[in-house]
């Protein structure tokens, strides 16, 4: 089963010209003949007897932050109180944890991770398959996504889907990137849903030299989106029958024009927070980035087919949802979670939920905002009728 994992390894590394010969052909082929799996011997993810499948998101947890004062751990003890409360409504399927999980500013070298032992125990205890993306808050002096990854992999083995990407994809400070299969049936060989994760990072790097990271989805991502899209249908076949969804801390740099052209009867939802400034969504333009080409979202919207929508959390006043005309995919906010992270006047706490109604990828996803008192507010259906 090691040697299938590798194989999408392999076939990242022909892709980019860079295997030295004989085994390619080989590898090739027994891809060819494989049912992909990342997750060998783990039990399969699947949707519903009824064909329905729901994702909660919590955006932004921010775990951690001074824990020498009373607030700080209040507010985490406040945190859980809504992860706790929101696992015990909604049930969801499956739980992403979007991104800046831990303030990491805020952290000790010697026992940072565990705040994620606190983080997924509502997990654990509701036993809710989950995985996370990572974000700036989570690549600090004390703490790096690595290590988060790591941790939650140790303290949830049985629940946690999250990965890393093959060595050489993902950038300084990026490892997280990968994806999650979601199977009708049990026994089905090919998935009819892929969850999509990838690692904007940002923030600093480890250690007491740190210096800041670059806050963007690294350029080396594109390619391995490419190989990884193209063992999916040598394994599985076209993709037509897939459906996709895709989640990144920071957003991609077009939800900025998304802002400057909004409306909001099309685009429900708090939009409090402007993304015209710095570091509010990925610096894409950022003259530090080689290609200024925008690889990665370049390679989301050509290689991923059946796109419902990206996700994002980052900034912490929005929670709405767009269309990206030029590229034809919706873009999301998620929705604040954690009472750690900067707030503003009734911004409130809360989740985005993501409802399947069918495995089929042509039909819509539905979508809306829970508060933690269980207030629900912009709803919309994912389809192409939207926007
Ligand atoms: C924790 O939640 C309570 C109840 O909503 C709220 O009154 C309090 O201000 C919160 N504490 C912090 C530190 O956020
Ligand atoms: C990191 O951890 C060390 C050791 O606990 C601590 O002295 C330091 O203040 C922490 N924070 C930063 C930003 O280095
Ligand atoms: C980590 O250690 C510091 C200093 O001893 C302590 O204040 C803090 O509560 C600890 N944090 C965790 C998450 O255990
Ligand atoms: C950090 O920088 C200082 C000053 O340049 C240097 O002396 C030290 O060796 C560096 N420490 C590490 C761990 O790189």
Not at 25 to 37: C, F, K, M, P
Not at 348 to 356: A, E, I, Q, S, T
Request: glycine share 10%; aromatic share 10%; proline share 6%.
């Amino acid at each position: 089963m090691r040697a299938l994992h590798l194989c999408s390894i392999f076939l990242g590394l022909v892709d980019r010209a860079v295997v030295n010969g004989a085994p390619q052909q080989l590898l090739y082929r027994t891809n060819e003949h494989a049912d992909l799996d990342p997750y060998p011997g783990r039990p399969r993810l699947t949707f519903r007897p009824d064909g329905t499948f729901k994702i909660t998101v919590f955006s932004d947890l921010h775990y951690g932050e001074n824990p020498w004062d009373e607030w700080g751990p209040e507010q985490d003890r406040n945190s859980t109180r809504l992860v706790k409360a929101v696992l015990n409504d909604e049930k969801p399927d499956y739980v992403v944890l979007n991104g800046d999980l831990i303030t990491g500013e805020n952290t000790f070298r010697e026992n940072s991770t565990t705040l994620i032992d606190e983080i997924v125990a509502p997990l654990n205890q509701a036993g809710i398959p989950f995985s996370s993306s990572h974000g700036n808050h989570d690549n600090q002096a004390n703490i790096t996504h690595a290590e988060e990854i790591l941790r939650e992999q140790k303290v949830a083995p049985l629940l946690s889907y999250t990965r890393t990407a093959p060595a050489g994809v993902g950038g300084p400070g990026g490892p997280g990137n990968y994806w999650v299969p979601i199977y009708r049936r049990k026994n089905d060989r090919a998935p009819v849903l892929i969850l999509w994760f990838f690692d904007s990072r940002g923030g600093f790097s480890a250690g007491p030299n740190s210096t800041r990271l670059p806050d963007w989805v690294d350029a080396s991502v594109g390619g391995w989106i490419r190989s990884e899209t193209r063992a999916m249908n040598a394994a599985w076949g076209s993709a037509e029958k897939r459906g996709a969804l895709a989640f990144v801390h920071i957003p991609p740099h077009v939800a900025t024009d998304l802002q400057n052209n909004f409306d909001s009867a099309e685009n429900p939802g708090l939009n409090a927070d402007s993304l015209d400034g710095g570091g509010s969504v990925q610096a894409t333009t950022d003259p530090a980035n080689s290609g200024k080409d925008n690889t990665f979202w370049d390679a989301v919207n050509e290689h991923i087919q059946n796109l419902h929508a990206v996700i994002s959390g980052h900034d912490h006043g929005d929670e709405w949802c767009a269309r990206d005309r030029s590229k034809d995919v919706i873009f999301c906010f998620g929705k604040h979670s954690g009472y750690g992270g900067y707030t503003g006047d009734g911004w409130g706490y809360g989740v985005r939920n993501l409802l399947f109604t069918s495995a089929d990828p042509e039909v819509g996803v539905e979508t809306w905002i829970r508060m933690e008192d269980g207030e629900t507010h912009a709803r919309i259906t994912l389809n192409k009728d939207y926007s």
